[in-house]
């Protein structure tokens, strides 16, 4: 496992666990979480891999 691969991994945990309360703070649908959590991770994972 490389080092990018561990930092996909951690940031996918990280936004599984802060996303639902980030949600309930701003009172967002769980669509708008999830559009912007997947955007994140595609963006991150991009950067990561070299590839943007």
């Given amino acids: ?8 991994l ?3 945990l990280l936004l599984v666990d802060v996303l639902p309360i980030w949600r ?3 009172g967002m649908s ?4 999830g559009v912007v959590s997947a ?3 595609g ?4 950067i ?3 590839q943007l």
Avoid: E
């Avoid at 496992?1 to 996909?8: D, I, L, R, S």
């Avoid at 769980?30 to 979480?33: G, Q, R």
């Fill in 43 to 46: 963006v991150v994972s991009l």
């Fill in 48 to 50: 990561v891999t070299g």
């Fill in 10 to 12: 951690i940031l996918v």
């Fill in 24 to 26: 309930h703070s701003r």
């Fill in 1 to 8: 496992m490389g080092v990018g691969t561990a930092f996909v």
């Fill in 39 to 41: 955007s994140l991770l």
């Fill in 30 to 33: 769980y669509v708008p979480a």
